[in-house]
Structure formats: C-alpha cells, structure tokens
C-alpha cells in the first residue's frame, strides 16, 4: 500500500529552526509537496521537491533524497504566525496526490 | 501565483435541502480539479477528481449521487451537496492543478457547510 508519515504534532521555540520529516512509500514517485495549512483555513504551496537535495526559499527550506524515501520541511527563525499543520503529499506513478495525515507546529513564546 | 477562488465561504443550510459550491480557477485554466473533504482535526480525504468535460471520478465510499460534481469549462467546477444532512457538515475544499501533471495543487479557501 501507499503510506506517508510524519509526526503528529511538534513544539518549537520563537526563533528558533524546526526540521518536520516526512517518510513515504508509494507506488513510484513523480515528486513531493510540502503545504502549510492554519486552523480552519485551506491548505497553501510551500514547496516541490522532485531531485534530490535542498531547496531554500527563504525562511522555509525543503530536502529531498529519494533513495531514502525522506524529505524535510526546515523551518527558521520561527515566527508565532508559523504555528499551522504541514502537510507532505506525495505524487505517484499516476501522478495521484497521497497525503499524509500532517504535522501541526506549535509556536511557543 | 494561482489563484483559485471558492464560493460561498461558508453556507448553514436545512436538512434535507440542496447546496451548491463554485470553483473557479482565476489566472490559469485547469483541466483538472479535485474536491476535499475535511472534518475537524482530520487529514484532507479526496472526494473526486473533476475532469473538464467529461465525468468526475469519485473516491471509493464518496456517493456520486449525493455529491454531484460539473466541470463544465477549464474555469470552473461546481459541488452540489443533495439532500444534505447534518452528517454531511464540514469543510469542502477545491483545489486546482494546471496542465502539467506535477503542478502544485492551488486550493481555494475552502466552503465550511453547516447542516442543521
């Protein structure tokens, strides 16, 4: 079967950096997708990591590597208004989108 | 970016009564849409995928007769709720990709429903 996983839920520190990992296996692999979603609201595009390696956009960097089914969603200088659920998707073969159940960031002072 | 933009917001309907829900894709034309349910504190379940011009492709357990789907331009995809009931309350969310595959999914605000 299909499985995404990724913790349930993390604390952080104003601030601070906080590094969100994301395990997959899927029936191939046509990329990954890291989104943020706040409480009550839609989900928003992060990043798109379909090579291995880094991709910094500012605050938010996304790391990939394939062989090892692992990505990370690296979050710096956290800032309260970060405090959201990530979510990680994975594309498939069939370039169907597989979801993991998320991972909800709670920014502390 | 894309923007994709979801109508109404949020809707308390009767039992028993019918809702309709709009997607529009604003600055691309998306060939394919794809319909979320979310309930509280839970992970995104796909509902169906909505391909312009043709029939929608329902997710195993989704009743296609409830929840009718129309995707009748490369702009726009609507979700009627029929018959709704208050099991049926939550929170509805499009989402659009644009023509090549690996497009990131854009999603609208979403329609939290509301059935009394």
């Known amino acids: 079967g299909q499985n995404i996983d990724q913790p349930t839920e993390m604390t952080a520190t104003e601030g601070a950096i906080v590094q969100i990992n994301c395990t997959y296996q899927?029936?191939?692999?046509?990329?990954l997708f890291w989104y943020q979603q706040h409480a009550g609201e839609a989900p928003t595009f992060l990043s798109y990591?379909?090579l291995d390696g880094l991709e910094e956009k500012g605050r938010f960097s996304s790391f990939l590597s394939r062989s090892k089914g692992y990505s990370y969603l690296l979050l710096k200088e956290l800032q309260m208004k970060d405090s959201a659920s990530y979510l990680c998707?994975?594309?498939?073969?069939?370039?169907?989108?597989?979801w993991g159940a998320g991972t909800k960031l709670i920014i502390k002072p | 970016g894309a923007v994709v933009s979801q109508h109404p917001s949020r809707v308390i309907c009767k039992s028993g009564t019918s809702v309709k829900i709009e997607c529009r894709s604003l600055?691309?034309?998306?060939?394919?849409m794809f319909w979320y349910r979310q309930f509280p504190k839970q992970s995104l379940m796909l509902m169906a995928t909505?391909?312009?011009?043709?029939?929608?492709?329902?997710e195993q357990g989704v009743e296609k007769d409830k929840f009718l789907i129309n995707h009748a331009s490369l702009t726009l995809s609507t979700l009627t709720v029929t018959s709704a009931h208050p099991e049926d309350s939550s929170f509805y969310i499009c989402?659009?990709?644009?023509?090549?595959?690996?497009?990131?999914?854009?999603f609208g605000n979403g329609t939290r429903l509301t059935v009394t």
């Open positions: 909505s391909n312009e011009g043709s029939k929608a492709t329902y």
């Open positions: 899927t029936s191939g692999f046509n990329g």
């Open positions: 998707a994975v594309l498939d073969s069939n370039y169907q989108l597989i």
């Open positions: 989402s659009a990709r644009g023509a090549a595959d690996n497009s990131p999914l854009h």
């Open positions: 600055d691309f034309q998306a060939t394919t």
């Open positions: 990591n379909v």
